[in-house]
């Protein structure tokens, strides 16, 4: 599965591969398209060629998901 945007862009499609139990810890390939990338620039991929040379050299990356609620406390 490839995703190409950025951190949010990444997050739903990764949110969604793991919803599905057929895409239960697939690959995901990042091409970073968005404003900040974070994800992406920790995983070493910085420019959309650097996506090429991960997918090509098979770098994997276990990632973990998680969510935060931010409520207002008043």
Do not use: M
């Amino acid at each position: 599965v490839v995703s190409c945007g950025g951190d949010g862009t990444a997050s739903s499609i990764a949110t969604a591969l793991a919803e599905l139990s057929t895409c239960n810890n697939k690959p995901l390939l990042l091409i970073p398209a968005g404003t900040r990338n974070s994800l992406a620039h920790g995983l070493d991929i910085h420019r959309p060629e650097d996506a090429s040379v991960a997918f090509d050299q098979q770098r994997l990356a276990p990632i973990s998901l998680w969510d935060v609620t931010v409520r207002d406390p008043t």
